[in-house]
């Protein structure tokens, strides 16, 4: 716990280290209770950098010996404080030996070496190797492992640790040891180790170059009936990364290893990926449709890093987007060529739309605002955001909309051929795309260095005799923290003209065919294109694709956007102009329910709407996954976003009133559907079939929003019958929402059938938490039951964050209940697991736009935690940063 003063820490104070590390080896000596770690490093002195002081980094470790080319270093040769050793003057070539000592078992914040269950586990990224030994603990300073490890044999039978086996056997004492190699250089927040009692999954894979690889999948005995998803998983993402980009594996050893405690999904630290058990573990029984998807987008995220990342790293941590705006750019595209088809393709699409909408611009228009490459922070931890990762992918994105699959290809290329095995900068990659494709990216870098989401509007005439059509495009950007001003960004807007059958019209500007869809570059704050040969009245369709990570505004009219959802060959944009239709009426309808005190009754929705519902339910000729998304309506929070003083009370129900008013308005459309996506047979988690189980899934929670008996009862039987746990969580939620009695035996039920089963648990929960019937008084009630603690973070997400993230009608209660809740919990986890509590402090976040008497309570509550005298960096970042702004 630091409670000095944070330190800001700026992009602009780079600089690089005075002493590169040729070689590291390190020994382990693992006990729980007192781990001894020697290190002996080369160092070399730095030719780009001035001076001769040797500065390591040192956290919650006791340092027992220093000595530098053989000499025991004197307490005047070095100063140890404030979590830096600095040896004042050092010779050009050293050798520094260190031994220190720490305590994994009473590592309860998971960064740095931690006991889970009995067994050893590491996380370093980003700083958590000082917290296992003195070093350079920096990305820029890549250097050659090798590392013994001892440990108790019975206890401890595996030991793992990057690369490649050396040599491994017995000690005295019931001791053993084994000796890895990593034979490429690495950044320090890539190391790992594990020291466990574990099983393996294995089997050999043959390389594009003919080489076996070892492939291995770790978990605890009694698992080995849910690694298969993730062995397959890896195996698809190694074939595809050779075929896609041509980058193979590198090691002849892959292994991924999987533990409960964990504070992110996974790491991808070289050849020995850590994960946290909910992206290794599934079988039908346990795990829903989403968590296979989770499993496969997440083992492919991890491995992609071996290049985009580990062969190629961040200079420093402010470009962090480089590899995970990169790597999750390559695992949505993986997660869509593993779909195939189009729609499969334009439904991944929409979830990555909906999750920029839900997450990532709040985060841009609140007080944590940062550009995809930050120039400053307190905590690093704190900047694993979804603009760094999500955001930093639609920049990816981007180009690959400019220059196209081909010319995206040629920049990677470049980028591996100039920069493997060193660690660069966001602005490198820039250049090699621009380089690769003759281009110049100059004004592109705004992309990464203002934050805020764009807004584009767009204006559209047709002049009926000159047959034109002039597209006018506008843009700005709102203010973010530190950024009064925004200069324009380059923005590709792919581009489609729907004639009066819903055809898309042949482009044409400045005499050029463009196809069906053009790809605009609008480079200034206002632009006009003409498209020419345009005979009839058009509907445009902008930003197909979603082609750039804005905010779209134009007058539509409900005929264009009717139009546009019937008929837009862009599926994105389809399903866009259905979820303007709902927004139009959740903001109406939320408007009325708050000017009549918050009561639903007399609410209406307009047959227009819908009809329009009605139409892409039953439409045969669309997917059942596309229709599935086309009938979720935006949620609360993205209602919320929308809403000055919003009252998120009238929002639920305005939202409850649409979902209750298609169950019933369209119950014999809901009924024939859900009948007709049934899955019989065994379960398998592929895409169509998983699409079928999600619209009859939505159709029985529409079903359940007006509950009458049959509803109730189809839900019911579901839950009763059914063989896998996309289908019994989904009748479950039903049942909850629906508000029946049923619903608290079912609850029983469930808990009873999976208690052995934790990652059931944390859903039992979460559906709990995130239940408007769940008030505080009912959530600390459920921090009273034994499977319930604080201490493992997807635990502590599924009823805790769940309940303030999840659950905004409770949270937001007008007696600041929720809030109160919430203060406790964020210090009460700050003493144990600062990353988890930073995380959770980020639920208040948005307070300014809440209504004046909920946000005075919000502010209180965050006042109160900033007032803790003891309080982690990590959550002082957040909560100062929100009063500020
Ligand atoms: N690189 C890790 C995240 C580490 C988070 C540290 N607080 C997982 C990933 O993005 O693949
Ligand atoms: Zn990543």
Known sequence: MRTDTPQTIYRKDYNPPTYLVDTVELGFDLDPARTVVANRLTLRRNPAAGGRAIELHGEEIELVALRLNGKTLAGADYTLADNRLVIHEAPDDVVLEIESVCVPEQNTTLSGLYVSNGNFFTQCEAEGFRRITYFPDRPDVMAKYTVMLRADKARYPVLLSNGNLIQEGDLDDGRHYALWEDPFKKPSYLFALVAAKLVCQEETFRLADGRDALLQVWVEDGNLDKTDYAMQSLKHSIRWDEEKYGLELDLDRFMIVATSDFNMGAMENKGLNIFNTKFVLANPRVATDVDFQGIEAVVAHEYFHNWTG??????????????????????????????GTDTGRAVTRIDQVRTLRQHQFPEDAGPMAH??????????????????????????????????????????????????????????????????????????????????????????????????YTLKLIQSCPPTPGQPQKLPFHIPVAVGLLDAAGNDMRLVVDSVDRGATAVLELTQAEQTFVFTDVKEQPVASVLRGFSAPVVLQGSYTDADLLHLFSHDSDPVNR???????????????????????????????????????????????????????????PSEGMV??????????????????????????????????????????????????????????????????????????????????????????????????????????????????????????????????????????????????????????????????????????????????????????????????????????????????????????????????????????????????????
């Open 371 to 468: 550009p995809v490459r930050p120039d400053s922070f307190v905590e690093i931890n704190n900047f694993y955001t979804v603009t760094v990762y999500e955001k930093g992918a639609e920049v990816v994105r981007m180009y690959q909309t400019l220059f196209g699959v081909d010319g995206f290809r040629k920049g990677m290329d470049l980028y591996f051929e100039r920069h493997d095995e060193q660690a660069v900068e966001c602005d490198d990659f820039r250049r090699a795309m621009a380089d690769a494709n003759g281009r110049d990216l100059t004004q592109f870098e705004r992309w990464y260095s203002q934050a805020g989401t764009p807004v584009l509007r767009f204006e559209g005439r047709w002049d009926e005799t000159a047959h034109t």
């Open 575 to 633: 399903w866009e102009a259905g979820q303007r239709l709902a927004m139009s009426r959740l903001l109406k309808l939320a408007g009325e329910a708050a000017a009549k005190g918050n009561s639903g009754a007399s609410l209406n929705l307009d047959e227009t709407f819908i009809e329009a519902m009605r139409k892409v339910l039953v439409d045969e000729t669309l997917d059942p996954a596309f229709r599935e998304q086309a009938l979720l309506l």
């Open 310 to 339: 580990n062969r190629v790293t961040c200079r420093d941590w402010f470009q962090l987007s480089l590899k995970e705006g990169l790597t999750v750019f390559r695992d949505q595209e993986f997660t869509a060529d593993m779909i």
């Open 640 to 885: 919320a976003e929308q809403i000055d003083g919003v009252d998120p009370l009238a929002v639920h129900i305005a939202r409850q009133f649409i979902r209750a008013d298609i169950g019933a308005r369209l119950r014999g459309e809901l009924l024939a559907q859900y009948e007709a996506n049934l899955t019989p047979g065994a379960y398998s988690p592929d895409a169509a079939s998983a699409g079928k189980r999600a619209l009859k899934n939505i159709a029985l929670s529409y079903l359940n929003a007006a509950p009458d008996d049959e509803s109730v009862a189809l839900a019911q039987r579901q839950f009763d019958e059914a063989d896998n746990m996309t289908d019994r969580a989904a009748a479950l939620g039903a049942l909850i929402a629906s508000r029946v009695p049923e619903a608290a035996d079912a609850l029983d039920v469930f808990y009873q059938e999976f208690q052995g089963e934790a990652l059931v648990v944390d859903k039992w929960f979460m559906m709990q938490a995130a239940a408007p019937t769940t008030d505080v008084a009912a959530v600390r009630a459920l921090m009273r039951h034994p499977a319930f603690t604080l201490r493992n973070p997807n635990r502590a997400r599924s009823l805790v964050a769940a309940f303030c993230m999840n659950n905004p009608v409770q949270f937001h209660a007008p007696d600041g209940s929720g809030y109160a809740f919430w203060a406790e919990q964020v210090i009460a986890l700050d003493a144990l697991n600062p990353q988890v509590a930073s995380r959770l402090a980020r639920a208040m976040d948005r307070w300014r736009r809440y209504a004046p008497a909920l946000q005075e309570q919000m502010k209180a509550a965050l006042q109160r935690v900033a007032g803790q005298g003891k309080l982690s960096n990590d959550v002082r970042e957040v909560v100062t940063k929100a009063l500020a702004n």
